[in-house]
C-alpha cells in the first residue's frame, strides 16, 4: 500500500505499523519560499506554509528515507527506485495488517 500523507498522519501509521517504510519528500531549502511566491500566495500565507514547514522539517529523523524534489522527473525515477526495491520479492497481500 502507497499513501500520500502528511507528517501527523504517517507517525499515525508508524503507531499502528512499526514496519512501514517512509519517505520524507521535500523541496529544497534555497527554493522552497520562492515556490510559494511562485504560486501567489499572500505574505501570511506564505508565513504559515514556512513555519509549518520547519516544524515538519524538525521530524525527519521519523522516516526512513528523505527525497528532495530538486527536478521532478529525478524525484519521480529515485521514488520509484524506492519502491521497487521496498516491494521487491514480497508478495501481494491484499488488506494486510
Known amino acids: 500500500?502507497?499513501?500520500?500523507?502528511?507528517?501527523q498522519?504517517?507517525?499515525q501509521v508508524r503507531a499502528i505499523y512499526p514496519r512501514c517504510y517512509s519517505i520524507f519528500l521535500?523541496?529544497?531549502d534555497d527554493v522552497y519560499e520562492a515556490r510559494l511566491r511562485d504560486r501567489g500566495d499572500d505574505e501570511s500565507a506564505i508565513g504559515r506554509r514556512l513555519?509549518?514547514?520547519?516544524?515538519?522539517l524538525e521530524r525527519i529523523h521519523?522516516?526512513?528515507?528523505q527525497l528532495i524534489n530538486d527536478?521532478?522527473?529525478d524525484t519521480v525515477q529515485?521514488?520509484?527506485t524506492i519502491i521497487a526495491r521496498q516491494f521487491a520479492g514480497r508478495p501481494e497481500v491484499p488488506n494486510a495488517r
Open 62 to 65: 521519523e522516516y526512513n528515507e
Open 9 to 11: 498522519g504517517a507517525a
Open 51 to 56: 513555519m509549518s514547514a520547519k516544524r515538519e
Open 26 to 28: 521535500r523541496a529544497p
Open 78 to 80: 529515485q521514488l520509484e
Open 1 to 7: 500500500m502507497l499513501l500520500v500523507i502528511d507528517v
Open 71 to 73: 527536478q521532478l522527473p
